[in-house]
């Protein structure tokens, strides 16, 4: 799966530069400025090639880029989606942009940009619920549990023009019969664009030291104060975070989620609960029922298959321990995948150690798992090979297909 590319500017010194669209860290090549990509919901615009004065009208298409998982009789199965979905309902206009949106440069939306933007009719759940429905044709019957992991909220702007029929403005080519005499482009509420990107400046609030990470990172890291930061609202707000030390050198650290939930309609609160819930060969002990029980799940992007295995792994496993809250001395490998994603596969977790599946899986539509609070914890893997390890709790990975994840 490949990344579009953003036609952009420096925000400091107006350089050209070329985004990726995994990209949030911005280092100007040029003033050496970096730069943060501050935004809830990216906005995107595809090229046109419209004849002069043709008033452009722009389309809203939804994007959709993860892993979606399905619990099925057989277990949960996967596949990796990218697709698009037009954000307004209309026999006129396409329903999806197809594959362009990876062969063409796009640019971000801003005020400056002339036309006329429609606005989304249909909101993104909405459009997601008809993407799953849609994809959930591949996988068996009944479907227990679905989700979405990993995909970032964007919206595809497209431009078209109307003469006599609706016109694809990338091709200049009609995308729809004569239009009757009743079409009226201006019963679909739109206007100017009035939305801008938002850069801040990678710097720590706590001390103003340079913020570190790589281009795709989510959280950085300041190594001034010890500090870990993850971008809110307005700026960056600090996250509580910890390392799992280890003898020996650690070739890099990589970040998990341990996430705190509340469950309802299966008792998963302690440690007693999940030994019973996984059916685990252990005789319960009584401390056992005043330990908490938390979820895990990777804060990287990494392949269905190895998502899942990690998420199940270490919430069986239940790391705990006095961490210490300081950012280890060895490489970090950057946060690619937001909590809230993470959150989304916390039922899925439970699908994947439940027991026995034939009996619990037809209750899962029926528990509720609600996330509370989240804590950042980077583990240590060791290098054999071209293989990273974490022995304790039997987690591996190929650095090949690692470094191809952060496409997904």
């Known amino acids: 799966m490949s990344n579009f590319l953003i036609d952009y500017q420096c925000p400091q010194c107006g350089a050209p530069a070329t985004l990726?669209?995994?990209?949030?860290?911005?280092a100007c090549e040029f003033c050496k400025v970096k730069s943060y990509l501050l935004s809830r919901v990216y906005r995107y615009l595809l090229p046109n090639s419209?004849?002069?004065?043709?008033?452009?009208?722009?389309?809203?298409?939804?994007?959709?880029?993860?892993?979606?998982?399905?619990?099925?009789?057989?277990?949960?199965?996967?596949?990796?989606?990218?697709?698009?979905h037009l954000g307004l309902t209309s026999p006129y206009f396409p329903p999806s942009l197809g594959l362009r949106s990876q062969t063409l440069k796009l640019k971000f939306v801003s005020p400056d940009t002339k036309g006329v933007f429609l606005r989304p009719s249909l909101k993104y759940q909405e459009a997601e619920k008809i993407i799953e429905?849609?994809?959930?044709?591949?996988?068996?019957?009944?479907?227990?549990?679905?989700?979405?992991?990993?995909?970032?909220?964007?919206?595809?702007?497209s431009p078209f023009y109307v003469n006599g029929r609706v016109y694809d403005a990338v091709l200049n080519r009609s995308t729809s019969p004569d239009l009757p005499p009743e079409f009226d482009i201006s019963q679909y509420?739109?206007?100017?664009?009035?939305?801008?990107?938002?850069?801040?400046?990678?710097?720590?609030?706590?001390?103003?030291w340079d913020l570190d990470g790589e281009r795709d990172s989510l959280a950085l890291d300041c190594v001034n104060c010890n500090s870990v930061w993850f971008p809110g609202k307005e700026g960056f707000a600090n996250i509580s975070f910890a390392h799992i030390p280890v003898g020996g050198d650690p070739s890099i650290f990589?970040?998990?989620?341990?996430?705190?939930?509340?469950?309802?309609?299966?008792?998963?609160?302690?440690?007693?609960?999940?030994?019973?819930?996984?059916?685990?060969?252990?005789?319960?002990?009584?401390?056992?029922?005043?330990?908490?029980?938390?979820?895990w799940a990777p804060a990287f992007k990494v392949r269905p298959e190895s998502f899942m295995k990690f998420s199940r792994n270490l919430t069986l496993s239940?790391?705990?321990?006095?961490?210490?809250?300081?950012?280890?001395?060895?490489?970090?490998?950057?946060?690619?995948?937001?909590?809230?994603?993470?959150?989304?596969s916390l039922k899925l977790t439970l699908a994947s150690f439940i027991k026995p599946p034939g009996i619990m899986y037809p209750r899962l539509p029926d528990i509720?798992?609600?996330?509370?609070?989240?804590?950042?914890?980077?583990?240590?893997?060791?290098?054999?090979?071209?293989?990273?390890?974490?022995?304790?709790?039997?987690?591996?990975?190929?650095?090949?297909?690692?470094?191809y994840a952060r496409h997904l």
Request: charged content about 25%.
């Open 254 to 295: 990589l970040p998990f989620w341990r996430i705190k939930a509340r469950t309802s309609g299966i008792a998963l609160d302690s440690y007693a609960d999940l030994v019973k819930v996984a059916n685990l060969p252990k005789v319960v002990q009584e401390e056992w029922k005043s330990k908490e029980f938390r979820f």
């Open 50 to 84: 419209a004849p002069e004065g043709k008033e452009l009208i722009y389309l809203p298409y939804w994007r959709f880029k993860g892993m979606l998982f399905s619990c099925v009789p057989d277990g949960i199965q996967h596949r990796i989606v990218d697709v698009s």
């Open 20 to 26: 990726q669209e995994t990209d949030h860290l911005f």
């Open 318 to 344: 239940q790391p705990d321990g006095d961490w210490p809250h300081t950012l280890p001395d060895a490489p970090l490998y950057p946060v690619t995948l937001p909590v809230q994603e993470a959150a989304e």
């Open 368 to 403: 509720e798992i609600d996330a509370e609070s989240f804590f950042l914890v980077y583990v240590p893997f060791h290098e054999r090979g071209m293989e990273l390890y974490h022995e304790p709790f039997r987690l591996r990975i190929n650095k090949n297909l690692l470094a």
């Open 133 to 157: 429905e849609r994809l959930a044709a591949v996988f068996p019957k009944p479907i227990y549990t679905q989700g979405f992991i990993g995909e970032a909220l964007s919206i595809i702007y």
């Open 189 to 208: 509420q739109g206007g100017p664009a009035n939305w801008e990107v938002k850069f801040v400046p990678a710097l720590c609030p706590h001390c103003g």
